[in-house]
């Protein structure tokens, strides 16, 4: 299996705020070291930056996002992080993460 994770850099050079939770939780988990490559979607050189030629690629409009080769040639694409670790590494995360996340992709939805 082959893991990249794409994270986005900031203006001001600093990850995004998800993208650097996101990396924290690896690290605290002891999985950073899974992830074969961490590539940038680089705000200040969008139309050169890997990570946002992969998020183009894949139509993908959020970071940070997993794309996971297989053995066996079969790749998927992770937009959520939640769905990321219970799928491969068969963790699950709290729902309030889960729910949080959610909320911070489909910022139209809301709570009655």
């Not at 299996?1 to 990396?23: E, T, W, Y």
């Not at 996002?65 to 939640?82: D, H, N, P």
């Not at 590494?89 to 909320?103: A, G, R, T, Y």
Request: proline share 4%; with cysteine; hydrophobic share 40%.
């Amino acid at each position: 299996m082959h893991i990249k994770l794409v994270q986005k850099i900031k203006f001001d050079g600093n990850p995004c705020r998800k993208s650097a939770r996101v990396l924290n939780n690896l690290k605290e988990l002891n999985l950073l070291g899974q992830i074969d490559e961490i590539i940038t979607a680089d705000e200040r050189r969008p139309s050169d930056s890997e990570g946002f030629n992969l998020a183009r690629k894949y139509k993908i409009s959020s970071a940070p996002f997993f794309i996971v080769t297989k053995k066996e040639g079969l790749m998927q694409v992770y937009t959520a992080y939640y769905r990321f670790m219970k799928d491969v590494f068969n963790i699950s995360v709290s729902e309030e993460d889960e729910i949080s996340e959610m909320m911070a992709q489909n910022p139209e939805l809301d709570y009655i």
